[in-house]
T-cell receptor, first 114, second 114 residues
């Protein structure tokens, strides 16, 4: 079975500051990794995903994430946040071989302040 | 861009009543999912559907739940006799092929059981 830990339930940050949202996972088999964003009263939207290759992946809205296999981490970063980035961010994994369901972390609420 | 749609956006029902939540997945996708998110908690997998049958289900998905793809476009989740603890946001998702493909989520149906 897989599990995902998002260590920070809330992250307040000032506009134009950098931010890192942490994600660690546990799995006995190889996984693909995803970050989804949920804006208030909306569904989940894919930010980025890691399947293979370069461990630094770039996504939409200026976000990027780095896969670190030895630390089983997939932290999300943005060098300069905007008020519109205020949302809930979910890290998720799925087994590479025949994987079907996404296993989500508990989410991190990013609050960008002026 | 194609999107997953869900109806209704909000459903209020009395305990013990049956509800049907409806979804229209992206048209060329092959895998269909239901997830739920109880308020303040993480997104949880309920069931996946492929080739006109359930391919995987979670412990949550007991005999009170059923899914159906009645035609070529709709995908439904039925709860036969709702309980208070079924109150949640229910998300439909679909994906094209393998585990690395993105699961696209609908905007959700908020189910409130009174």
């Amino acid at each position: 079975a897989q599990s995902v830990t998002q260590l920070d339930s809330q992250v307040p940050v000032f506009e134009e500051a950098p931010v890192e949202l942490r994600c660690n996972y546990s799995s006995s088999v190889s996984v693909y990794l995803f970050w989804y964003v949920q804006y208030p009263n909306q569904g989940l939207q894919l930010l980025l995903k890691y399947l293979s290759g370069s461990t630094l992946v770039k996504g939409i809205n200026g976000f990027e994430a780095e896969f670190n296999k030895s630390q089983t981490s997939f932290h999300l970063r943005k060098p300069s946040v905007h008020i519109s980035d205020t949302a809930e961010y979910f890290c998720a994994v799925i087994r590479t071989g025949g994987g079907n369901k996404l296993t989500f972390g508990t989410g991190t609420q990013l609050k960008v302040e002026l | 861009e194609p999107e997953v749609t869900q109806t209704p956006s909000h459903q209020v029902t009395q305990m013990g009543q049956e509800v049907i939540l409806r979804c229209v997945p992206i048209s060329n996708h092959l895998y269909f999912y239901w997830y739920r998110q109880i308020l303040g908690q993480k997104v949880e997998f309920l069931v996946s559907f492929y080739n006109n049958e359930i391919s995987e289900k979670s412990e949550i998905f007991d005999d009170q739940f059923s899914v159906e793809r009645p035609d070529g476009s709709n995908f439904t989740l039925k709860i036969r006799s709702t309980k208070l603890e079924d109150s949640a946001m229910y998300f439909c998702a679909s994906r094209s092929q393998g585990p690395g493909d993105t699961q696209y989520f609908g905007p959700g149906t908020r189910l409130t059981v009174l």
